[in-house]
């Protein structure tokens, strides 16, 4: 997080780890673009931070495949590659399909909380579908899916699925205010939450595995508006 100034808002994490959250948010929103590389000297004067902290975040972000380091180059944004969103949305899909059997089988009591927060996220998301706000929308797509992971209670699959979050919304930049399914999203999201209410194992693993592979269709569509075959993120 930016103060007016600037100058980062400190919190009581790691220097380094704050600042690699405070990167991985401009890079997932578009601030710095697939492609352009980030200067160590220039962001370390934006922050107003040492360089050794900030090159450890670089290096933790890189570690993610958030930003790519090259060799007697620097680090840059990926450019992410048609195999990459593949590759990103086959990974999601097998960890939420994980993350559904454990859910699914949860008391009642365990699973109130997370139908909850999900329940809240779609109408949310259907507020900023009524007001074409694409970033909200993809905000909000992206919350109802970490939310469903973290119900299933398994700091692994929540560990994994954060980088995929962060990759999932680079990819989505490529679609700028263009999303085919807009209209779609929170019927998707709401049959998701209705079939894990249902607790309809077959079913909301089928329905996982459609609306995955329909957002690569759309990702796929759009990829000339941004997503290029160029440096792979993994």
């Known amino acids: 997080m ?8 400190f919190e009581e994490r790691p220097t380094a ?10 890079i997932v929103e578009g601030v710095f673009r ?19 902290p900030l090159r450890e975040a670089l290096q933790r972000l890189s570690q993610e495949g958030i930003l790519v380091s090259m060799r007697n180059r620097g680090v840059f944004v990926p450019e992410l590659s048609l195999d990459d969103i593949k590759e990103i949305y086959s ?14 089988v949860k008391d009642e009591d365990q699973l109130r909380e997370t139908r909850q927060a999900l329940q809240e996220t779609i109408s949310e998301m259907g507020r900023h579908v009524a007001a074409s ?15 469903f992971v973290a119900g299933a209670g398994n700091s692994r699959l ?10 999932s919304r680079m990819c989505m930049l490529s679609l700028e205010c263009s999303y085919p399914r807009l209209g779609v999203l929170v019927q998707e999201h709401q049959k998701l939450l209705n ?12 329905a996982i595995s459609r609306h995955m592979h329909g957002a690569v269709e759309d990702l796929m569509q759009n990829a000339t508006d941004g997503v290029t075959e160029g440096v792979s993120a993994t």
């Not at 930016?2 to 808002?9: C, K, R, V, Y």
């Not at 697939?34 to 050794?52: C, D, I």
């Not at 929540?158 to 990759?167: D, G, N, P, Q």
């Open 2 to 9: 930016a103060a007016p100034d600037g100058m980062l808002l």
């Open 17 to 26: 780890q704050l600042i690699a959250d405070h990167l991985r948010e401009q």
């Open 34 to 52: 697939p492609g352009q590389q980030l200067n160590e000297s220039v962001l370390a004067g934006r922050l107003r931070t040492s360089r050794g």
């Open 91 to 104: 990974v999601r899909e097998a960890v939420e399909s994980a993350s559904a059997k454990s859910l699914i």
């Open 133 to 147: 706000d694409w970033r909200a929308c993809t905000k909000m797509d992206m919350q109802f899916h970490v939310l």
């Open 158 to 167: 929540s560990r994994i699925y954060e980088t995929l979050v962060a990759e």
């Open 195 to 206: 079939l894990l209410e249902a607790r309809d194992a077959e079913g909301l693993q089928s």
